[in-house]
């Protein structure tokens, strides 16, 4: 793999990290801040929605300059956000400060980075080894994330030292992209201009992609240890713990995916193990206890991350090299922009009908995206 695939993998891990810790800390926050289920469904809502928009905002500028450049737009937009976060503690600012910024709120990382970077990542290694290089590409910010949600757990960390950690960590990504080599991009087939090929099976994927999102978005990290501090009245230290378990399994969960793919494909693989897993997001609604719920919560997490990077690498495999841009751009966009649209729901759920309807609901719909995506996809060949 090249430099700046090794860079990429840094500048992954820093951001990560600070995403790690922020992710545990923003729902408690906000409720400090007087916000509410409904309004902490809203806040989620934007921030999402904020990063659709600047997924969608890069798209034809990276297909022209490539994704270094936008890359340490983003990262400056990070310092922005830092600023705000630091100085400021009104829960409409802190909630802009999230959206300027494209603080993850979830368990895994969605929106402009993963965009870019994924095609910096394809573009910098040979396809026997893509899938190997986009599983530790996940494993690297999951276990980043998991060490800033331990850090978080020790209780002796102030939000303030949090938020300097922020601004520490995009300067460092900037430092990070400028350092990247520029990219000597091949001139695009003939045919480019007549439209692109795999335009109608990039749009099938998208639609796909944007109902497993919307289901996750039921069920994102900040909602999820929401529903642990409301239900079961646990703190911010334990909340730390758990979301450390969870990004650490994830992590392992990745680990899993190459061998699993080698062996039986990438398509069932990222199909039938996202299914089972969403059979214990279900029952997870049923925990009587909190040792059970947690158990449940982990076992998901062990086999939910297995079809990121082969999802990731099917995606890129199954077009060709001048529409990467295009499709991880539009697929990406079209996850975020469905994931904005169920918080704002959740917290109207969790008043109107229960607690823990979210995490059915979110499962449920998973389950048919599961069964669709195999449907669609199961004959289509990689490049």
């Not at 729902?27 to 989620?44: E, H, K």
């Not at 713990?241 to 039986?264: D, K, N």
Request: no cysteine; aromatic share 10%; hydrophobic share 50%.
């Amino acid at each position: 793999m090249a430099r700046n695939g090794w860079l990429t993998f840094f500048a992954k891990s820093v951001r990560t990290f600070s995403y790690g810790s922020l992710g545990v800390l923003f729902p408690v926050y906000l409720t400090q801040l007087g916000v509410g289920p409904r309004g902490l469904g809203i806040a989620v809502t934007l921030t999402l929605l904020s990063s659709a928009g600047l997924t969608y905002a890069i798209a034809r500028p990276s297909a022209r300059r490539g994704p270094r450049t936008l890359l340490i737009v983003l990262a400056g937009l990070g310092v922005t956000s830092a600023l705000l976060l630091m100085f400021f503690r009104t829960s409409w600012i802190v909630v802009l400060a999230a959206m300027i910024g494209n603080l993850a709120v979830g368990t895994g990382e969605t929106g402009p980075f993963l965009s870019l970077e994924q095609v910096i990542l394809a573009r910098t290694t040979s396809r026997d080894r893509l899938g190997s290089v986009m599983s530790f590409y996940s494993v690297v910010g999951y276990v980043a994330a998991a060490l800033g949600a331990a850090l978080v757990s020790l209780n002796v960390i102030t939000p303030l030292v949090l938020f300097g950690i922020s601004l520490v960590s995009s300067i460092v990504q900037i430092v990070s992209y400028v350092m990247m080599e520029p990219e000597s991009r091949a001139p695009l087939p003939e045919h480019h201009a007549g439209g692109l090929p795999s335009r109608p099976l990039i749009r099938r994927l998208a639609a796909l992609f944007a109902l497993d999102s919307f289901a996750g978005g039921f069920v994102i990290q900040s909602l999820v240890l929401y529903w642990f501090h409301s239900h079961f009245g646990l703190d911010l230290a334990t909340l730390g713990w758990i979301a450390f378990g969870t990004q650490g399994l994830s992590g392992v969960s990745l680990l899993l995916a190459p061998p699993l793919a080698r062996r039986f494909g990438l398509v069932p693989t990222m199909v039938f193990s996202h299914l089972v897993s969403n059979v214990f997001l279900i029952a997870l609604a049923l925990a009587p206890t909190v040792g059970v719920a947690v158990s449940l919560l982990f076992v998901r997490h062990l086999l939910s991350q297995i079809d990121v990077p082969t999802r990731q690498t099917f995606l890129m495999l199954a077009v060709e090299d001048h529409e990467r841009d295009g499709a991880a751009t539009f697929t990406n966009m079209s996850r975020t922009l469905a994931q904005s649209i169920s918080p704002a729901l959740t917290g109207w759920v969790m008043l109107g009908l229960s607690v823990s309807a979210p995490f059915v609901l979110g499962g449920g719909l998973k389950i048919a995206y599961d069964v669709m995506l195999y449907a669609a996809v199961r004959n289509v060949r990689h490049r």
